[in-house]
């Protein structure tokens, strides 16, 4: 995905960044609010590699940066731009972010990298049309608010990202610097549903097991609780929680910390259909927030297991 290169990756927490500078990878963004308490572990991230990229969307930020000048090189900084996401960011049409930009960009021992928007407001789309609406709205502003700075003498990188977005780019894309969506590594069920993939690109899965039937409440029970699948997607989806791969007839109705309880859309279970020990594969809703709940990824090619990731946890 890095076309071969350990250069252009982008993180979401330190703990990421510094599994992959101890692998070698030498160009990185940590593409969240610098946080204050982690200045110090930033700097010496920026100090140590070719080049570390740091995001910010407020003046204290900034101030935080310039008071930690780096012993070798510039602070490499994006500005975080809220193009109606609501989420992070100094919203575009404010008159602070121009000041913001220039404010980074005159700062002593601070580069002006670029500026980022998030487009994760495609995740409330339904269908190609909608997330090219999002799409547009949000490259649109960010090509925007390049003008503004090149009128001001700026020159920097601009970028945009979500996976449904990058799944389903359209044409004004092309004059963005750089995209990154994140989840289109594994994709999932809500992507699926967004619109983003069809439901056979999606590449993770959870393999759970019937350890219980409940014939007085027509249900069988798996060891697939929250705490494999976490609970997004309660509601969002006929068949419960997840998808069960292979079984269209049943729905994942509701989960504690360890369990599952499965039951049939329709009818009655044919308790012979599903003895004890059963393998069910279950299709997450959101591959992110399961991804997180388990120690070790198995990889399988073509029915076989050809390897094993380890991912990195904390923050």
Same mark, same amino acid.
């Given at each position: 995905?890095?076309?071969?290169?350990?250069?252009?990756?982008?993180?979401?927490?330190?703990?990421?960044?510094?599994?992959?500078?101890?692998?070698?990878?030498?160009?990185?963004?940590?593409?969240?609010?610098?946080?204050?308490?982690?200045?110090?572990?930033?700097?010496?991230?920026?100090?140590?590699?070719?080049?570390?990229?740091?995001?910010?969307?407020?003046?204290?930020?900034?101030?935080?940066?310039?008071?930690?000048?780096?012993?070798?090189?510039?602070?490499?900084?994006?500005?975080?731009?809220?193009?109606?996401?609501?989420?992070?960011?100094?919203?575009?049409?404010?008159?602070? #972010?121009?000041?913001?930009?220039?404010?980074?960009?005159?700062?002593?021992?601070?580069?002006?990298?670029?500026?980022?928007?998030?487009?994760?407001?495609?995740?409330?789309?339904?269908?190609?049309?909608?997330?090219?609406?999002?799409?547009?709205?949000?490259?649109?502003?960010?090509?925007?608010? *390049?003008?503004?700075? !090149?009128?001001?003498?700026?020159?920097? !990188?601009?970028?945009?990202?979500?996976?449904?977005?990058?799944?389903?780019?359209?044409?004004?894309?092309?004059?963005?610097?750089?995209?990154?969506?994140?989840?289109?590594?594994?994709?999932?069920?809500?992507?699926?549903?967004?619109?983003?993939?069809?439901?056979?690109?999606?590449?993770?899965?959870?393999?759970?097991?019937?350890?219980?039937? +409940?014939?007085?409440?027509?249900?069988?029970?798996?060891? +697939?609780?929250?705490?494999?699948?976490?609970?997004?997607? #309660?509601?969002?989806?006929?068949?419960?929680?997840?998808?069960?791969?292979?079984?269209?007839?049943?729905?994942?109705?509701?989960?504690?910390?360890?369990?599952?309880?499965?039951?049939?859309?329709?009818?009655?279970?044919?308790?012979?259909?599903?003895?004890?020990?059963?393998?069910?594969?279950?299709?997450?809703?959101?591959?992110?927030?399961?991804?997180? *709940?388990?120690?070790?990824?198995?990889?399988?090619?073509?029915?076989?297991?050809?390897?094993?990731?380890?991912?990195?946890?904390?923050?």
């Amino acid at each position: 995905m890095t076309a071969g290169s350990r250069r252009c990756i982008v993180v979401s927490t330190l703990a990421e960044a510094c599994f992959y500078a101890d692998h070698g990878y030498d160009d990185i963004l940590y593409a969240y609010s610098v946080p204050f308490d982690k200045v110090e572990q930033c700097a010496v991230l920026a100090e140590r590699l070719s080049l570390f990229q740091v995001l910010l969307d407020h003046r204290d930020a900034l101030d935080q940066l310039r008071k930690r000048p780096l012993t070798r090189g510039l602070w490499h900084v994006w500005l975080k731009l809220d193009c109606a996401n609501g989420r992070a960011g100094v919203l575009h049409s404010e008159p602070e #972010a121009l000041r913001l930009a220039q404010a980074i960009f005159e700062s002593e021992g601070v580069e002006l990298t670029g500026v980022y928007a998030h487009c994760g407001n495609t995740y409330s789309c339904k269908g190609v049309e909608q997330i090219h609406s999002v799409a547009q709205e949000t490259t649109t502003l960010v090509l925007q608010f *390049m003008e503004k700075l !090149k009128a001001v003498g700026i020159t920097c !990188k601009s970028s945009i990202g979500s996976t449904p977005s990058c799944s389903q780019p359209i044409s004004d894309m092309a004059k963005l610097s750089e995209v990154h969506p994140g989840n289109y590594v594994f994709y999932d069920v809500q992507q699926s549903v967004i619109g983003s993939c069809s439901l056979e690109d999606v590449a993770v899965r959870v393999l759970s097991r019937v350890i219980g039937h +409940c014939p007085h409440r027509n249900q069988l029970l798996i060891d +697939c609780g929250w705490t494999a699948l976490s609970l997004d997607g #309660a509601g969002k989806l006929p068949t419960g929680f997840a998808v069960i791969e292979g079984h269209p007839e049943l729905r994942l109705l509701s989960m504690t910390q360890e369990h599952g309880r499965v039951e049939p859309l329709l009818g009655q279970l044919d308790y012979s259909q599903y003895p004890l020990g059963t393998l069910l594969t279950i299709i997450p809703y959101h591959a992110c927030a399961t991804a997180m *709940m388990h120690p070790v990824y198995y990889i399988h090619s073509a029915g076989r297991l050809v390897g094993k990731w380890i991912p990195t946890r904390g923050w």
